[in-house]
């Protein structure tokens, strides 16, 4: 997980250039990011990246993003969710069920590819 001082703003900026231009949604106990609100095999998601952001002096603003992959499809996206305070936890549900494939040795909070 990276703790990075960049706005969420920022980084879903670098991510979106990065080809994670998918908005993956909760869809009761699953995700989904396709038109219709067809749900995805959890199973072919991958979590590629996880930034923690905090608020500074406001810890209400603290969030979790998610940059994830479908295996099967291709399709790459962006999942936010509360952190603390604010978590939701039918989202750390269904997070916990998909696999995370974290390269922590490459920086993806600047625009380089």
Do not use: P
């Amino acid at each position: 997980m990276i703790n990075t001082e960049k706005t969420l703003t920022e980084v879903l900026e670098v991510l979106k250039n990065r080809g994670y231009t998918e908005d993956f949604n909760l869809l009761e106990e699953n995700i989904s990011y396709k038109k219709g609100g067809e749900k995805v095999n959890l199973q072919d998601i991958v979590i590629d990246k996880i930034y923690r952001f905090t608020g500074g002096s406001d810890m209400e603003d603290e969030a979790i993003l998610y940059a994830m992959r479908n295996t099967k499809d291709g399709a790459k996206g962006v999942f936010v969710n509360g952190y603390g305070t604010y978590t939701d936890d039918g989202a750390n549900a269904i997070i916990k069920q998909i696999s995370v494939n974290e390269i922590d040795n490459e920086d993806w909070t600047d625009n380089r590819n």
